[in-house]
């Protein structure tokens, strides 16, 4: 099931006529806070979320499902204003999956949903280790030595990219592709940003996360 939330009843039911068309359920919300209730009953298989909303906005319900451990893994696709590049960075920087630019076309939506359903498919959930360093992918937490690391929905992703490839040398542009969406370019000062916030959190464990000159970064394979 698709969950639309568009306060614009003629985009919404577009939406959801457009997925439905294509053999997805779908079903709309015309604002944040019938939504947000809704998803105490409810889980849907992706979120159309739409930045502009009455009530609570997009970018709020974004960072309430990122910070509940029930609803983290929801893949989210922004539906943001044209030229609003802030709404982009910062819906991403959030944990959006994606985003698309409105005007958009129902073919647009569609190719989207589907993408966005692939790259996110069901994964295991398993800890990752790095000596005393573990994250837990089902309730998405991280210790240091048994101690609690408070990390944001970006600096957990990064941390989980490199102890997933112990040893391996990923590229800023990588890591924007892996980290921040396959089409999203944008500044790569913003990894160097989130790896610096993530070195100081991590203690002595930041350590491990070597940069490689002239390519980018690298996690100790050896813990």
Same mark, same amino acid.
């Given at each position: !099931?698709?969950?639309?939330?568009?306060?614009?009843?003629?985009?919404?039911?577009?939406? $959801?006529? *457009?997925? @439905?068309?294509?053999? +997805? /359920?779908?079903?709309?919300? /015309?604002?944040?806070?019938? +939504?947000?209730?809704?998803?105490?009953?409810?889980?849907?298989?992706?979120?159309?979320?739409?930045?502009?909303?009455?009530?609570?906005?997009?970018?709020?319900?974004?960072?309430? !499902?990122?910070?509940? *451990?029930?609803?983290?893994?929801?893949?989210?696709?922004?539906? %943001?204003?044209?030229?609003?590049?802030?709404?982009?960075?910062?819906?991403?920087?959030?944990?959006?999956?994606?985003?698309?630019?409105?005007? +958009?076309?129902? !073919?647009?939506?569609?190719?989207? =949903?589907?993408?966005?359903?692939?790259?996110?498919?069901?994964?295991?959930?398993? @800890?990752?280790?790095?000596?005393?360093?573990?994250?837990?992918?089902?309730?998405? %937490?991280? %210790?240091?030595?048994?101690?609690? =690391?408070?990390?944001?929905?970006?600096?957990?992703?990064?941390?989980?990219? +490199?102890?997933?490839?112990?040893?391996?040398?990923?590229?800023?542009? @990588?890591? !924007?592709?892996?980290?921040?969406?396959?089409?999203?370019?944008?500044?790569?000062?913003?990894?160097?940003?989130?790896?610096?916030?993530?070195? @100081?959190?991590?203690? *002595?464990?930041?350590?491990?996360?070597? %940069?490689?000159?002239? $390519?980018?970064?690298?996690?100790?394979?050896?813990?």
């Amino acid at each position: !099931m698709i969950w639309c939330v568009e306060d614009d009843a003629s985009i919404r039911d577009i939406e $959801v006529y *457009a997925l @439905q068309s294509t053999g +997805f /359920e779908a079903k709309g919300f /015309e604002d944040g806070t019938s +939504f947000w209730e809704a998803l105490r009953t409810g889980r849907p298989e992706l979120v159309v979320l739409d930045v502009m909303l009455p009530g609570i906005d997009g970018m709020e319900l974004l960072r309430r !499902m990122r910070a509940d *451990a029930a609803l983290s893994d929801i893949p989210v696709v922004m539906a %943001t204003a044209k030229g609003a590049e802030y709404d982009k960075i910062r819906g991403l920087d959030l944990g959006a999956d994606y985003y698309l630019t409105k005007p +958009f076309g129902v !073919m647009e939506l569609v190719s989207c =949903v589907k993408a966005v359903l692939r790259r996110c498919g069901t994964k295991t959930a398993a @800890q990752l280790r790095c000596g005393g360093l573990v994250l837990d992918e089902e309730s998405h %937490t991280v %210790t240091a030595d048994g101690e609690s =690391v408070a990390l944001t929905y970006k600096e957990f992703e990064l941390l989980r990219l +490199f102890l997933s490839h112990p040893g391996t040398a990923f590229s800023r542009d @990588q890591i !924007m592709a892996d980290v921040w969406g396959t089409d999203y370019c944008g500044e790569t000062r913003t990894v160097d940003m989130h790896i610096r916030t993530l070195r @100081q959190k991590l203690g *002595a464990y930041g350590e491990k996360i070597e %940069t490689v000159r002239g $390519v980018g970064y690298r996690m100790e394979g050896k813990a």
